[in-house]
């Protein structure tokens, strides 16, 4: 099944071009027009194909294809699992496991989301290439969105930084920070002599990450944080930089037998349809591996 967009051409719109009306009064990119109307069924006028010079007339119906007719991702679909949170024909909102890298890269060639979710898309008759709006590092699990077509991926990674789009993270890491809320205003940039690993550092990219202390258990805090920016590792990076990294995490603060994972986990998705411009939230609560930090330190400190 293929995605489309259709537009009726009332009198207040007759008169001007496919180019305008796709760009003003759909919102389509240029590079999203440029690839659509090379294709066979990309842009109809009450069903016969047109070009994007084509003055439709009142009472005519404009009707653009979003979805791909072709892959050119390169990423294999293969079976595994997905926890999908809400589904439309414009995105996906999954709950990524950890453990399980978001796109295909060195070492991970058929098992991450991307290649289960072109596996879904097959498996239902879908048509849909790859199109992540964000990632998550691959030890942190929580709440992803995924767009279905180029249209919503391009809309959606507008509102990215902006207040339209809001991530909030819940982690567990060591000691409780002073004050237990504020703001970690820090740039990174990579460090030297490491392919993976992020640093502060005074000629890096702005970053900043807001945290909030929401309970202590033992040695461990749990914490809310909210990001403006969304730099690689940034939450981890900041964290560490505050004397306070995550529980597990092996590459900023030290590894842990209780968790085999950086302690994050992403709690919290509002945004903007990128169609229907109406906003959606999700939540997913803390998994189990987290829950059981808190949990063991709060009762030993309960038979104390």
């Not at 002073?178 to 740039?187: K, L, N, V």
């Not at 990450?209 to 969304?230: I, K």
Request: neutral net charge.
């Amino acid at each position: 099944m293929s995605r489309r967009l259709e537009l009726p051409i009332g009198p207040e719109l007759a008169g001007i071009k496919v180019d305008t009306l796709l760009k003003r009064h759909l919102g389509l990119s240029g590079t999203v027009v440029r690839r659509i109307k090379w294709l066979e069924d990309g842009i109809l006028v009450d069903g016969r194909r047109v070009n994007t010079r084509y003055i439709p007339k009142a009472g005519e119906v404009l009707s653009v294809r979003l979805s791909d007719p072709e892959r050119r991702s390169g990423i294999v679909p293969a079976p595994g699992p997905l926890d999908i949170v809400y589904e439309d024909q414009d995105l996906l909102v999954l709950n990524k496991a950890p453990g399980v890298a978001v796109h295909p890269g060195p070492g991970h060639f058929d098992d991450t989301i991307g290649n289960f979710l072109l596996n879904y898309y097959d498996q239902e008759g879908e048509e849909g290439d790859f199109h992540p709006v964000h990632r998550l590092d691959r030890g942190t699990s929580g709440l992803l969105v995924v767009a279905r077509h180029p249209h919503a991926q391009e809309v959606l990674k507008r509102q990215l930084h902006t207040p339209d789009f809001q991530r909030t993270y819940l982690a567990v890491c060591a000691g409780t920070p002073t004050p237990p809320s504020g703001t970690i205003d820090a740039p990174l940039g990579p460090c030297e002599g490491s392919l993976v690993e992020q640093m502060v550092r005074p000629d890096g990219k702005y970053a900043c990450t807001h945290y909030e202390a929401l309970r202590q258990a033992g040695p461990y805090a749990l914490l809310r944080l909210q990001l403006e920016t969304g730099r690689t590792h940034q939450i981890r990076v900041h964290m560490a930089y505050l004397g306070h990294p995550l529980v597990g995490d092996f590459l900023y603060g030290t590894e842990s037998s209780l968790i085999s994972r950086p302690a994050l986990h992403s709690a919290r998705l509002a945004f903007l349809h990128p169609i229907t411009g109406i906003r959606l939230e999700f939540t997913q609560p803390l998994p189990q591996d987290m829950r059981r930090l808190l949990v063991s330190h709060s009762a030993e400190s309960t038979q104390r």
